[in-house]
T-cell receptor, first 111, second 118 residues
Framework: QKEVEQDPGPLSVPEGAIVSLNCTYS??????FMWYRQYSRKGPELLMY????GNKEDGRFTAQVDKSSKYISLFIRDSQPSDSATYLC???????????FGPGTSLSVIP | GAGVSQSPRYKVTKRGQDVALRCDPI?????LYWYRQALGQGPEFLTY????????KSGLPNDRFSAERPEGSISTLTIQRTEQRDSAMYRC????????????????FGPGTRLTVL
């Protein structure tokens, strides 16, 4: 079993839709949870991070962590064509440990 | 200000040759990371440094791979006796410093070096 799994997509939604992106992981030692966005031919950029369980909101983006289920989610409200990218979840056990990335979900928002 | 830069952006080499990939982090960033990213996959951790000290090299695939950061700034990832399976995008990232507690530093990624081994 891989440490971190994501549905690779591609996921295609109409502009304005609510998007739900998810990751599951196998190791309960992970405590820091991040979402990165990667545009085509670019490096990943950090969108949000969450420590332990709970929700975090930043504008149109909401990150949720459910450690009991080993499940993390990123919700995008009022999706825009500029949100079209690959979304990578990333996890680490401590702030000094290596970061483990998921394989990414490709999202296309159609105008 | 300038972001993370990597050179060369593209490298084509023949099997068996050695290659050196360079990373120039954001000025003042203490932590530097190397990743390998296959097409359609997330970055795979290789190694990271705080200042000039290599903190974790557990992700280096084998002893043909090595990295250094002698003065705590620019880093070089070296692959000796390259093989076709080494072909990938190699990405570097830097952050201010891996912190403690409940916060974690933002890693800023460079544009990557696309390595092709023929």
């Amino acid at each position: 079993q891989k440490e971190v799994e994501q549905d690779p997509g591609p996921l295609s939604v109409p502009e304005g839709a609510i998007v739900s992106l998810n990751c599951t992981y196998s190791n309960s030692a992970f405590q820091y949870f991040m979402w990165y966005r990667q545009y085509s031919r670019k490096g990943p950029e950090l969108l949000m991070y969450t420590y332990s369980s709970g929700n975090k909101e930043d504008g149109r983006f909401t990150a949720q962590v459910d450690k009991s289920s080993k499940y993390i989610s990123l919700f995008i409200r009022d999706s825009q064509p500029s949100d079209s990218a690959t979304y990578l979840c990333a996890l680490t056990k401590t702030s000094y440990d290596k970061v483990i990335f998921g394989p990414g979900t490709s999202l296309s928002v159609i105008p | 200000g300038a972001g993370v830069s990597q050179s060369p952006r593209y490298k084509v080499t023949k099997r068996g040759q050695d290659v050196a990939l360079r990373c120039d982090p954001i000025s003042g960033h203490v932590s530097l990371y190397w990743y390998r990213q296959a097409l359609g996959q997330g970055p795979e951790f290789l190694t990271y440094f705080n200042y000039e000290a290599q903190q974790d090299k557990s992700g280096l695939p084998n002893d043909r791979f090595s990295a250094e950061r002698p003065e705590g700034s620019i880093s070089t990832l070296t692959i000796q006796r390259t093989e076709q399976r080494d072909s990938a995008m190699y990405r570097c990232a830097s952050s201010l410093l891996r912190s403690s507690g409940t916060s974690t530093d933002t890693q800023y990624f460079g544009p990557g070096t696309r390595l092709t081994v023929l």
